[in-house]
């Protein structure tokens, strides 16, 4: 009986043992199934602008690599932070996405309380896509070149008043990064958008601003403002006449705006590699690529490390900007 007994027991362990082992193909093969519901791409900021158009643009060609509906969702707010915080507290399975520009490391440098950290609780997946700026003024400036320019604002400091869409943007930074460069002190007007600025870039009561090259291109052909440069690493295809702001007189100078893919920190592994490896797939899609030169952008391939690293980077120079700068954000 004690043999039986001892039978009986070791019978027991086994059939759990084999249980245990037959469950674990299981687990490992619902961890492969993934994606196996739809995937939500969070825009944070409202419907229209560039995150938008291109998020939506991602979201079309990713569902169709992953065989899953990606779905764009706008939470825009508090300069981006309602929609980065929402995707940053989210599970971290791969079913909640963040596409984001540059703008989400501005608000890092600006000091200002989060109710996120940036750099440890979201995953960088990998850049999409990066666009230059471009200076541009009023027919009134006494400027035709970036050197004129230069030289006229060096003449007569606070002279030149320039417009952004707000304290603490892209733009504003921006401009801000073009002025310390370039050694002169120009005054900044907030706007509540940049529609208004360009309004009274048009009127003449506002002398110069810095926005993105695409959102530009109808104004410069209705030749209500003028160009002076933009301000990527190349020139632009949407300007090819356009120099740079480093061929025009500020040698080594450049300020892009970037888009990428995020997703929550502490993502599976297998999910952020294969998210990575299919950003990277389709942006090399003609159509992709054609639709980025409309707004004026270019495709970005990057792992996620090297995502990361741009994230770092960009925040050590907007901290060290506004410091520079002496530049106070409420």
């Given at each position: 009986?004690?043999?039986?007994?001892?039978?009986?027991?070791?019978?027991?362990?086994?059939?759990?043992?084999?249980?245990?082992?037959?469950?674990?193909?299981?687990?490992?093969?619902?961890?492969?199934?993934?994606?196996?519901?739809?995937?939500?791409?969070?825009?944070?900021?409202?419907?229209?602008?560039?995150?938008?158009?291109?998020?939506?643009l991602l979201a079309e060609k990713l569902g169709a690599r992953l065989g899953q509906?990606?779905?764009?969702?706008?939470?825009?707010?508090?300069?981006?932070?309602?929609?980065?915080?929402?995707?940053?507290?989210?599970?971290?399975?791969?079913?909640?996405?963040?596409?984001?520009?540059?703008?989400?490391?501005?608000?890092?440098?600006?000091?200002?309380?989060?109710?996120?950290?940036?750099?440890?609780?979201?995953?960088?997946?990998?850049?999409?896509?990066?666009?230059?700026?471009?200076?541009?003024?009023?027919?009134?400036?006494?400027?035709?070149?970036?050197?004129?320019?230069?030289?006229?604002?060096?003449?007569?400091?606070?002279?030149?008043?320039?417009?952004?869409?707000?304290?603490?943007?892209?733009?504003?930074?921006?401009?801000?990064?073009?002025?310390?460069?370039?050694?002169?002190?120009?005054?900044?007007?907030?706007?509540?958008?940049?529609?208004?600025?360009?309004?009274?870039?048009?009127?003449?009561?506002?002398?110069?601003?810095?926005?993105?090259?695409?959102?530009?291109?109808?104004?410069?052909?209705?030749?209500?403002?003028?160009?002076?440069?933009?301000?990527?690493?190349?020139?632009?295809?949407?300007?090819?006449?356009?120099?740079?702001?480093?061929?025009?007189?500020?040698?080594?100078?450049?300020?892009?705006?970037?888009?990428?893919?995020?997703?929550?920190?502490?993502?599976?592994?297998?999910?952020?590699?294969?998210?990575?490896?299919?950003?990277?797939?389709?942006?090399?899609?003609?159509?992709?690529?054609?639709?980025?030169?409309?707004?004026?952008?270019?495709?970005?391939?990057?792992?996620?490390?090297?995502?990361?690293?741009?994230?770092?980077?960009?925040?050590?120079?907007?901290?060290?900007?506004?410091?520079?700068?002496?530049?106070?954000?409420?």
């Amino acid at each position: 009986m004690p043999f039986l007994t001892r039978s009986s027991g070791m019978t027991r362990r086994t059939v759990l043992g084999s249980g245990a082992a037959a469950l674990l193909p299981a687990a490992l093969h619902a961890q492969a199934a993934w994606p196996n519901r739809p995937i939500k791409i969070v825009v944070p900021f409202p419907p229209g602008g560039s995150n938008d158009i291109l998020a939506r643009l991602l979201a079309e060609k990713l569902g169709a690599r992953l065989g899953q509906s990606v779905i764009v969702e706008n939470k825009g707010g508090a300069g981006g932070t309602i929609g980065t915080d929402f995707v940053a507290k989210s599970p971290a399975d791969g079913y909640t996405l963040l596409f984001a520009s540059g703008s989400i490391t501005t608000n890092v440098a600006s000091g200002k309380k989060l109710p996120y950290d940036l750099v440890n609780d979201l995953q960088p997946i990998g850049v999409v896509a990066a666009g230059p700026y471009v200076v541009v003024v009023s027919n009134e400036l006494k400027a035709s070149n970036m050197r004129e320019f230069i030289e006229l604002a060096r003449s007569k400091p606070k002279s030149i008043s320039y417009g952004s869409p707000g304290t603490g943007g892209m733009n504003h930074l921006g401009t801000e990064l073009l002025a310390v460069t370039a050694k002169i002190d120009m005054l900044h007007v907030p706007y509540k958008g940049i529609g208004p600025a360009f309004n009274d870039l048009m009127g003449g009561t506002l002398q110069m601003a810095l926005p993105s090259l695409a959102s530009m291109i109808p104004h410069l052909r209705s030749g209500r403002m003028r160009a002076l440069a933009t301000t990527g690493a190349q020139r632009s295809p949407l300007a090819p006449d356009l120099p740079t702001v480093a061929e025009a007189g500020l040698p080594g100078f450049r300020f892009e705006v970037w888009w990428g893919l995020l997703g929550p920190a502490r993502m599976p592994p297998a999910v952020l590699k294969r998210l990575n490896e299919e950003l990277n797939t389709v942006l090399t899609l003609p159509e992709v690529r054609e639709m980025l030169a409309r707004e004026g952008a270019a495709p970005q391939t990057s792992t996620p490390e090297e995502f990361r690293s741009l994230i770092r980077s960009d925040i050590a120079r907007w901290s060290q900007l506004l410091k520079d700068a002496n530049i106070q954000l409420e």
